[in-house]
């Protein structure tokens, strides 16, 4: 029988019969896995619920003995509850081995570390010897006689191309370009700057001999070595080619004279060609055969200041680059003599300045006096 919890009274249909109040009806329920009946207890009705064995977790601690949990309806335990068993759980940690990929990546680091401690110090050590023997080490200074050896030391693969026994011969050459054997006699010169204010580029080449060498002579210098040289052997078939301000004089003792050519065929090219390069355009390129008539011209820049290049070709497959730097101030004309253009030779016309650049080629005649 349900009571009043105020005053202890009967509940009958929902309130109690003493007092009035109203009281909730008793909700009657069951945990899973139990069972619930009354007892009759002091002439009341007491709910008994019934927990069987094994719905209960088991614990640590606990005897196996067969617990049943009597729950009243006031909600205490009447068997003491034991306490609950804290168990530590021990986890394990699992590092897995290396793939062969990482592993080998390590190696290849590992090399590479090892080698640089290697190699650090021996480059260390090579630098410190480079350093300290470049500065040790004093910078050579030539005297003037061992610079006139230097030069001729660059014809030693020249003597003896000439016969001891000649004539003398003499001349002067201004800017062109000439053939021992045609030119000039063949024979063992000495060139030397003819007028004040020279300064003539001399190119050399032999290309029987396999020989290349440039010259610089100038009266603008201290000494006589920068505006002479002695002892130039010039075998027959030698080309110069002379570039810049001035005249050279040529003087030899063993002049082959007699080998020069005594008739000379007159020039078949008649009338001048002029060829301009505009102030807009940097090159201006020209084929011999098409563009000019293959001959023997002498070019004058008649305005403008620039590069007149060709390549003269060889037998021996050697070829001989040419370049002149003229000028064609009003005051003062650039003229290169006796340049020969074969078929098939490239001219080329460079522009360094603001106006047009232009080279008259006309028809050459004799270019040296012989007598």
């Not at 020039?267 to 011999?288: F, H, K, Q």
Request: proline share 6%; glycine share 8%.
């Amino acid at each position: 029988m349900q009571k009043c919890s105020l005053c202890g009274g009967r509940v009958i249909n929902g309130r109690c019969e003493d007092c009035g109040l109203p009281i909730p009806p008793e909700h009657t329920y069951t945990l899973r896995g139990e069972s619930a009946h009354y007892h009759r207890v002091n002439d009341e009705d007491v709910l008994h619920r019934v927990r069987p064995r094994g719905s209960r977790p088991k614990v640590d601690g606990y005897d196996e003995e067969e617990r049943t949990a009597h729950v009243h309806e006031s909600g205490s335990d009447r068997h003491a509850a034991p306490r609950t068993a804290v168990r530590m759980a021990r986890v394990e940690h699992h590092i897995e081995a290396p793939s062969r990929r990482s592993r080998s990546a390590n190696v290849a680091w590992l090399i590479i570390v090892v080698a640089l401690f290697l190699i650090l110090p021996m480059l260390q050590v090579l630098l410190q010897r480079e350093i300290g023997s470049s500065v040790s080490e004093p910078v050579p200074e030539f005297s003037e006689e061992q610079a006139i050896e230097a030069y001729s030391n660059a014809y030693d693969d020249l003597r003896g191309t000439v016969p001891a026994a000649g004539a003398d011969w003499d001349g002067n050459l201004t800017a062109g370009l000439y053939t021992v054997g045609q030119d000039l006699p063949e024979g063992t010169y000495t060139i030397q700057c003819a007028e004040s204010n020279t300064s003539i580029d001399l190119h050399i080449v032999s290309d029987e001999y396999g020989v290349e060498i440039y010259e610089d002579l100038s009266t603008n210098g201290y000494d006589t070595s920068d505006s002479e040289r002695d002892d130039v052997p010039l075998p027959a078939g030698t080309v110069l080619f002379l570039s810049g301000n001035g005249t050279l004089y040529f003087h030899s003792s063993n002049a082959q004279v007699d080998a020069l050519p005594t008739e000379t065929a007159p020039n078949p090219l008649v009338g001048d060609m002029a060829c301009t390069l505009s102030d807009s355009d940097e090159s201006l390129y020209l084929l011999v055969g098409e563009d000019i008539e293959p001959g023997v011209y002498d070019v004058t820049c008649t305005a403008g200041t620039g590069y007149f290049s060709f390549v003269l070709p060889m037998e021996n497959t050697r070829t001989m680059y040419c370049s002149a730097w003229l000028y064609g101030d009003p005051d003062y004309v650039d003229t290169l003599r006796h340049i020969t253009l074969t078929e098939d030779t490239e001219v080329t016309l460079s522009n360094y300045s603001d106006m047009d650049f232009t080279v008259t080629l006309t028809p050459s005649e004799t270019v040296y006096v012989h007598e």
